[in-house]
């Protein structure tokens, strides 16, 4: 098999197993998911209101970046298409677009995690080994795949 088809195979295969797992989503579009998830921790952690405000300012901020990176690659997404009709893959174009991503990732991202720093930093001592204790926990559950 050619290079090129084992590309477009596993690419295809990618995103044809990302559409299904976006599909099977029971929790509605990611600002519902989203708001879900303020609630539930809202709730767990018994934030003030000037937490939940920070917590808010956090959804907010991750919303953006989503929408931001979402609409990067949706300009780029027929660009990759086109790529995959070429005889020889352009590497030069492949990488310029890989870039456009990392960059406008780099932008959102001091704005994101400053927000993530403000709450954080604006909980209780007793909430924050809530949600070290959480994290853990979740690692311990679905594996640290990363180590």
Known sequence: M???TKISLVLVSTLMVAG??????????PEQRAQWMMERAAKKLEL??????????????????????????GKDREQMWAMLEEPTMNQD?????????????????PIVVAAVAEFYDGLTAEQQAQIREFVRERRERHGDRHH
């Open 93 to 109: 174009q492949i990488l310029t677009v890989i870039r456009s991503h990392t960059d406008a990732l780099n932008e959102r991202a």
């Open 48 to 73: 003030d209101d000037t937490q939940q405000a920070q917590l808010q300012n956090v959804s907010v901020e991750l919303m953006n970046a989503r929408k931001a990176m979402k609409q990067e690659f």
């Open 20 to 29: 299904l797992f976006s599909a099977c989503n029971h929790r509605g579009d």
């Open 2 to 4: 050619k290079r090129i």
